[in-house]
C-alpha cells in the first residue's frame, strides 16, 4: 500500500509545521491548529426507535445525544449532533470502514443508514481566551457561554462557509468542521481576523 | 478647531479648490460624465448667479446631510414626526405591544457622542428587562467631534433654466424620479403624498426613499405652499438593508469576496500555469500552457492527445449523493426520466433529470453500489441545487418512504484518464485490477487499489474515448495523480481543463446541462427521447411532457452547425436565421448554444438550438452579427465517431 507520508491534509499547502516552530504561543490570544484525518462517519435513523439508538450504542460504544446540538462522548469517540434524524460519528484515523460496517450490521432489519465522510471535512482548532472573538466576527449564533456552553455544537455559518462549530472545552477551545473545498479560505479568513488578537500558529 | 474646518483649510492648503455656497447647475458629457457647470449661489439658495464655470471631471460624488433610518420603526407602525432643527423625520409614537426602540442616528441624534450614549442607555435598560442585573458599566466616551451646524434647507438645487428644462434633477436615483416629475404630479393633481408616491413610483425602489423621500416631500410642501409635516409621509419598509460598517472597512474583499473552493489538486493546477475557470463558487483548470502556447493552441493540443493517447483531468468537483435505503430504486425512478429498478449491483447508468414542468435541469451518471444503495453524480454546478431538491421531494412530498441522502461530493477525489491508452496506463499503476472489457466493462465500477491507494474506478465517458474515472481520498489525490503522471510519461499523458473537456464533449455531441439547455429544454428538444421511459407510471416532469407545447412537432431541438468555411467559429449565443435581411428585424429562430475549433474533426463545430431543427437537416442556416454573415449547414449533433466505437479503447 501507499506510504502514508504520500497522505496530505487539506491544509497542507500552508506549510503549517514550520509555522507552527516559528510562532511563540506564550500570550498568544489565539491559537490555530488544523486536524487532520479524523475518522467521521455520518449516521442517520429514526432518534425515537428504541431499537435504533442502542444499535448505534452497540456498535459504537457512544450513546447518541439525547438533546439537540449536543455532543455525547465514549472514549475517543463522540457523536455529534446535526439534526432530528442526522448525526456525526467521529472517531481516530483509521476506524471509518470497521465503523461502517459495525453500524451497517448493527441497524440489520431497520431503515437507518451510516456513510463514510471522513474525507469530506477539514478540522480546524480555534484555542485561547480570545477565541470566541475571532468567531464572533464571522458567526451570527450567540457564542455566549451561557448559551452555546462547552459540549454543544452547531452548523451554522462562518463568514461565507458553512461549518460546524464544536465547543470542546472552556479554554475555550473550539473545532470547526468545514468541507475541505473551503477550508483554504476559511483557514486565511479566520487567520485575518486573528492577527488582531496576537494570533500563533500550531501544529 | 473643529474637525471639518480643518479638513477644509488643510485641503486649501494643498491647493485643492473647495467653493462654498456653489451649485452644480448642470452635468456634460454621453456615456460617461465629463465636465460640471458651477454656479454661485444667491444668498437665499432659490437661484445661481449667471457666471457659470465649467470644470472637467469624470465623477459627481453628492452629499446632503443626514437622514435616520425609521424604516423598521415606521413598518412596526410607529407615527414620525418632523424636526425641523435636523430637516429630517424622526420615530415618535410607537404602537402600543411593539419592542422597538430606536437610538442613536435612527432617531436623528447623529452625533458620534450622542450615539454612544443613547446606544449605551438603551442595551443597559434592554438587558435589565430581560432579567440581567449586572452593572452595564460607564457610558463610553467619544473623543472631539466637529458640530454638526445649522441646517440650510435646499430641496433642489437651481439652475439658469425652469425645473425639467436641460438636464434631469434626478431626486429618486433608483426609480429615475426626477424634481420635474414630482411638478407634474402636483399640477396632476396628485398631491397627497400616497397619489404621489404610486404616480411616480418616488420611495417605492430597495432603498425605500432613504436618500430621496424628504426631498421630493419637501419639494411637494414648497409646490403646495404647506410645511413638510404637512405632507406627511407613506410608511418606509424594510427591505431597505442600512450599509453596513464591514462593507466600507471589513475584509470581504479581494480573495474574501467570496470563497474560492479549491480540489485537492488545485495547487498542482496551480504550478503548472492552468489558469482557473469559474465553475459556481469552484475553480477548476481551464487549460494547462505550455510556454509560447496561446489558448487555442494548448486546448488543441490538450484534445488530440485524449483521442490519441490518454489525457488526465481533475474532475473532483463533480456533485456526490450517497443514496440509500429500501426505497432507493424507486426514489430514482420518480427523480430520474429512465428506469432505475433492473440496474444491476456494480453497474453505472446515465440519467436525465427533470423539473416538475419537464425542462432537463440536471444530467450525471448514477451506479448501483448494492440493492438498497446508490452513489449519484451531478453536474458541478447543479450538486447543491439536486441535494435541496431531492430532499424537498423527499421531506415534503414522499415521508413515508425510506430513503436517506448524503452529500458525499468531498468524500472523494475524482480524477479521469481517458484515451486509447487509458488501460494500458491504469494496468500499470493498479497491477491488480482485471481491465478486460467482459470483466470490467463500460458502464460498471469496481472497487480496487491505484498507486496504492484504495480507490473506486468507474468506467464511464465523457470525452467518448474509453474513460477511467478513479475515486479516491481526497488525502490521496495528489499521490495518485502524481503517480499517474509519472507512468503516463511514456503515453505523452496530457493534463486538459474543463475546455479541452468541452470541446471533446461536443465532438460526441454530449450536453451541458445549463448551456445546451436554458430551463425551456425537453429532453425531446435535445433528442434525447431514448433516455424518456414509457413504461414508468410517474416520474418528475412526466406530466409536463404531455402538454399541447411540449408534444409540439416543431419546436427548438439541437442540431449540429458545420459553417461554411470551416475555420470560422461561431460565437456561442449567435442569433440564427433563415430569412436572411438587409438589417434587422430578422426571425430569430435560435441560437449557437456550443461552438469549438475542433482539431479531431480539422474544423470548426458547433450546436444550437433551431425552430423546427430536425427537420432542417441539410438546409443552409444564416447567423449575421459584427457586420457579417456567416453561412452554415445544419447536421446531426454528433462530429466525431457516430457509431460509439472507440469507447472500448
Redesign the interface.
Known amino acids: 500500500?501507499?506510504?502514508t507520508y504520500?497522505?496530505?491534509?487539506?491544509l497542507a499547502?500552508l506549510s503549517l509545521v514550520a509555522r507552527a516552530a516559528a510562532s511563540k504561543k506564550d500570550g498568544a490570544g489565539i491559537v490555530m491548529s488544523e486536524v487532520p484525518?479524523r475518522t467521521i462517519v455520518?449516521i442517520?435513523g429514526t432518534a425515537s426507535d428504541p431499537a435504533f439508538s442502542s444499535a448505534v450504542q452497540n456498535a459504537t460504544g457512544v450513546a447518541l445525544p439525547s438533546a439537540a446540538n449536543t455532543v455525547s462522548t465514549g472514549g475517543a469517540r463522540q457523536i455529534l449532533w446535526l439534526g432530528p434524524n442526522e448525526w456525526w460519528l467521529t472517531a481516530p484515523d483509521g476506524e471509518a470502514d470497521a465503523l461502517v460496517e459495525a453500524l451497517r450490521g448493527a441497524f440489520a432489519g431497520q431503515?437507518a443508514?451510516a456513510?463514510?465522510?471522513?474525507?469530506?471535512?477539514a478540522i480546524i482548532a480555534l484555542k485561547g481566551p480570545k477565541a470566541r472573538e475571532v468567531l464572533m466576527r464571522g458567526v451570527s449564533l450567540d457564542l455566549h457561554p451561557r448559551e452555546f456552553r462547552v459540549g454543544q455544537c452547531a452548523q451554522t455559518g462562518v463568514?461565507?462557509?458553512n461549518a460546524l462549530i464544536h465547543l470542546v472545552d472552556d479554554t475555550p477551545t473550539y473545532e470547526l468542521y468545514v468541507?475541505?473545498?473551503?477550508s483554504?479560505?476559511?483557514w486565511?479568513?479566520l487567520e485575518?481576523?486573528a492577527a488582531d488578537f496576537n494570533l500563533a500558529v500550531d501544529a | 478647531m473643529p474637525r471639518c474646518s480643518r479638513t477644509i483649510s488643510s485641503a486649501r492648503s494643498r491647493g485643492i479648490e473647495i467653493l462654498a455656497n456653489h451649485a452644480v447647475t448642470h452635468v456634460r458629457g454621453k456615456l460617461a460624465v465629463s465636465e460640471v457647470e458651477v454656479r454661485r449661489l444667491t444668498s437665499d439658495g432659490k437661484s445661481v448667479t449667471s457666471d457659470g464655470r465649467s470644470i472637467s471631471c469624470d465623477m459627481v460624488l453628492s452629499s446632503a446631510g443626514w437622514q435616520p433610518t425609521v424604516h423598521l420603526f415606521s413598518q412596526s407602525r410607529g407615527k414620525l414626526k418632523w424636526n425641523q432643527d435636523i430637516l429630517a423625520f424622526v420615530p415618535d409614537k410607537l404602537l402600543p405591544g411593539q419592542n422597538n426602540q430606536s437610538v442613536g442616528a435612527a432617531r436623528g441624534r447623529f452625533a458620534l457622542a450622542d450615539c454612544l450614549v443613547d446606544g449605551h442607555a438603551a442595551g443597559a435598560a434592554s438587558a435589565h428587562a430581560a432579567g440581567f442585573t449586572h452593572s452595564a458599566g460607564n457610558t463610553p466616551v467619544a473623543g472631539a467631534e466637529p458640530a454638526l451646524g445649522a441646517m440650510r434647507e435646499m430641496w433642489v438645487v437651481p439652475s439658469t433654466k425652469p425645473l425639467g428644462h436641460e438636464g434631469k434633477h434626478f431626486i429618486d436615483y433608483q426609480n429615475d424620479v426626477t424634481a420635474a416629475d414630482v411638478a407634474l404630479a402636483h399640477r396632476e393633481g396628485y398631491r397627497s403624498v400616497e397619489h404621489l408616491k404610486r404616480y411616480t413610483t418616488m420611495g417605492m425602489a430597495t432603498d425605500q426613499g432613504k436618500t430621496s423621500n424628504v426631498n421630493a416631500l419637501a419639494l411637494m410642501a414648497d409646490l403646495r405652499g404647506v410645511s413638510v409635516p404637512e405632507v406627511g409621509t407613506t410608511t418606509f419598509r424594510p427591505p431597505y438593508t442600512p450599509v453596513t460598517i464591514g462593507a466600507f472597512s471589513g475584509?470581504?474583499k479581494g480573495?474574501?469576496l467570496?470563497?474560492?473552493?479549491?480540489?485537492?489538486i488545485h495547487?498542482w493546477h496551480e504550478q503548472h500555469g492552468a489558469p482557473f475557470e469559474t465553475v459556481g463558487?469552484?475553480h477548476r483548470a481551464w487549460y494547462y500552457p505550455k510556454p509560447g502556447e496561446s489558448m487555442h493552441d494548448a486546448v488543441n493540443r490538450e484534445v488530440k492527445a485524449v483521442r490519441t493517447s490518454v489525457g488526465i483531468v481533475d474532475a473532483s468537483t463533480l456533485g456526490k449523493i450517497?443514496i440509500?435505503?429500501?426505497d432507493a430504486a424507486w426514489f430514482l425512478n420518480m427523480v430520474y426520466t429512465n428506469a432505475w429498478s433492473k440496474l444491476e449491483p456494480g453497474k453505472c447508468r446515465y440519467g436525465l433529470m427533470l423539473g416538475e414542468d419537464g425542462m432537463v435541469m440536471d444530467d450525471g451518471v448514477t451506479s448501483r453500489l448494492a440493492e438498497n444503495h446508490f452513489h449519484m453524480t451531478t453536474t458541478t454546478g447543479g450538486a447543491a441545487r439536486v441535494m435541496a431538491w431531492l430532499e424537498d421531494w423527499l421531506q415534503c412530498e414522499w415521508p413515508d418512504k425510506?430513503v436517506?441522502l448524503?452529500?458525499?461530493?468531498?468524500?472523494?477525489a475524482v480524477i479521469g484518464i481517458s484515451g486509447p491508452m487509458a488501460s494500458k496506463l491504469l494496468a500499470e499503476v493498479a497491477p491488480t485490477l482485471p481491465l478486460d472489457d467482459k470483466s470490467f466493462p463500460h458502464l460498471s465500477f469496481t472497487d480496487g487499489?491505484v498507486?496504492?491507494?484504495k480507490s473506486r474506478i468507474y468506467r464511464i465517458t465523457f470525452t467518448g474515448e474509453a474513460t477511467y474515472e478513479i475515486n479516491m481520498?481526497?488525502?490521496?489525490a495528489?499521490?495518485v495523480w502524481r503517480a499517474l503522471m509519472q507512468a503516463g510519461e511514456k503515453y505523452g499523458i496530457t493534463p486538459y481543463g474543463t475546455e479541452a473537456m468541452h470541446v471533446l464533449r461536443a465532438e460526441k455531441g454530449f450536453i451541458i446541462v445549463g448551456q445546451e439547455t436554458d430551463g425551456t429544454t425537453t429532453p425531446q428538444d435535445l433528442g434525447m427521447d431514448w433516455i424518456v421511459s414509457k413504461q414508468k407510471p410517474d416520474f418528475l416532469g412526466k406530466r409536463s411532457l404531455q402538454r399541447s407545447d411540449t408534444k409540439r412537432p416543431d419546436r427548438k431541438h439541437l442540431v449540429g452547425l458545420l459553417t461554411e468555411d470551416p475555420n470560422e467559429v461561431l460565437p456561442e449565443g449567435a442569433q440564427i436565421v433563415v430569412d436572411l435581411k438587409d438589417k434587422p428585424p430578422m426571425e430569430m429562430i435560435g441560437h449557437v448554444t456550443s461552438s469549438y475549433y475542433s482539431p479531431n474533426c480539422g474544423r470548426s463545430i458547433a450546436m444550437a438550438l433551431v425552430k423546427n431543427g430536425r427537420n432542417r437537416m441539410g438546409d443552409t442556416l444564416y447567423m449575421p452579427y459584427e457586420g457579417k454573415v456567416v453561412k452554415a449547414k445544419v447536421t446531426e449533433p454528433k462530429f466525431y465517431d457516430p457509431e460509439g466505437a472507440r469507447i472500448n479503447g
Not at chain 1, 115 to 120: A, K, P
Not at chain 2, 258 to 264: C, G, N, V, Y
Not at chain 2, 473 to 476: G, H, I, L, V
Open positions: 500500500m501507499v506510504e504520500q497522505r496530505r491534509s487539506p499547502h484525518h455520518n442517520r431503515h443508514t456513510c463514510d465522510v471522513s474525507e469530506s471535512r463568514s461565507r462557509a468541507l475541505k473545498s473551503f483554504d479560505y476559511l486565511r479568513w485575518q481576523v | 475584509i470581504d480573495d474574501f467570496d470563497p474560492i473552493r479549491k480540489t485537492p495547487s463558487q469552484w450517497d440509500q435505503g429500501p425510506k436517506y448524503t452529500s458525499v461530493t468531498e468524500q472523494w487499489v498507486a496504492g491507494v481520498p481526497p488525502s490521496y495528489m499521490h
